[in-house]
Nanobody
Framework: VRLVESGGGLVQPGNSLRLSCATSGFAFTNYGMNWFRQAPGKERELVATISSSGTNSYFRDSVKGRFTISRDSAKSTVYLQMNSLKPEDTAVYYC?????????WGPGTQVTVSS
């Protein structure tokens, strides 16, 4: 299982970023996918989830209405579109999939929201 995030960077408050997570090594269409984030000195937290079919999604309250999650089965890739970014969104963002009894993580991508 391999997960590789990309798309992070430094942006000003109010701007947007789209994160991508390219996956391989497992049957992508069979699993829900997750985005987590971890800010300095804080615990890792779940940001968004998308079901295996892409039909259902979940967002933590602090990002509802600003973030969307999507997936492309042809590319085995999951996306996190982040709009109206705030300084408190600053964190390392991780892609995650839970398969069997194991959690699999990418290396993460840094998102910094600052003026």
């Amino acid at each position: 299982v391999r997960l590789v995030e990309s798309g992070g960077g430094l942006v000003q408050p109010g701007n947007s970023l789209r994160l991508s997570c390219a996956t391989s090594g497992f049957a992508f269409t069979n699993y829900g996918m997750n985005w987590f984030r971890q800010a300095p000195g804080k615990e890792r937290e779940l940001v968004a989830t998308i079901s295996s079919s892409g039909t259902n999604s979940y967002f933590r309250d602090s990002v509802k209405g600003r973030f969307t999650i999507s997936r492309d089965s042809a590319k085995s890739t999951v996306y996190l579109q982040m709009n109206s970014l705030k300084p408190e969104d600053t964190a390392v963002y991780y892609c995650n999939v839970h398969i069997g009894i194991r959690n699999h993580w990418g290396p993460g991508t840094q998102v910094t929201v600052s003026s």
